[in-house]
């Protein structure tokens, strides 16, 4: 047999194939109930706390840190990737984390499998408030800044800036809103 006798059945079974692609209003049906969920190997792996808790480690041996430094955490998702990133407000020994204005917080970035430190916030003194505004996609955390006697106590929302939040609230401005307890997570009370 000859290709050229082929070809009529070739063209025929092609015209019908594409002819079942075309829609109508009829073939437009939506299926109710939910949707398929993603598959596990997409969806972003949440570090554990002992993760988080080795980063510190990690963290505080390479800054040559006391071993035995102590501290507390609130997990929280700032940067809406499904990953639930860290506070970690570290309270001792007072006089390596602290001074009389407040202690130092590190805000770390989860990771599939860690964590990694994008903050150093110095003086700090709780209680601290993750807010729901955000600034380049991440959360907006709230403090009141204290200590100075000559000043009124003020609120003060750290804004990311698309590499980190700032370093010292003593010199940010006021915030321009009043944050409430209920404006978003509440922690280190």
Request: aromatic content about 8%; glycine content about 8%.
């Amino acid at each position: 047999m000859h290709l050229r006798s082929f070809i009529p059945v070739i063209v025929t079974t092609l015209a019908l194939s594409l002819a079942g692609c075309g829609s109508s209003p009829e073939m437009a049906v939506i299926p109710d109930g939910p949707l398929t969920p993603m598959p596990d190997f997409l969806a972003p792996k949440d570090p554990s706390d002992k993760a988080l808790e080795q980063s510190i480690a990690s963290m505080i041996k390479s800054g040559r840190g006391p071993a035995f430094s102590q501290y507390d955490f609130l997990r929280v998702d700032l940067d809406n990737d499904g990953r639930r990133d860290a506070l970690v407000m570290m309270k001792g020994p007072h006089n390596y984390w602290c001074s009389i204005s407040g202690c130092s917080m590190i805000v770390m970035k989860a990771d599939n499998e860690s964590f990694t430190p994008i903050s150093n916030i110095m003086p700090i003194r709780g209680p601290v408030l993750v807010a729901e505004t955000r600034n380049n996609g991440w959360r907006d955390i709230v403090i009141e800044v204290r200590g100075q006697s000559w000043e009124p106590a003020r609120q003060v929302a750290l804004k990311f800036d698309g590499s980190a939040y700032p370093g010292n609230p003593l010199n940010e401005p006021p915030a321009n809103i009043a944050y409430t307890r209920h404006d978003g997570v509440r922690a280190f009370p």
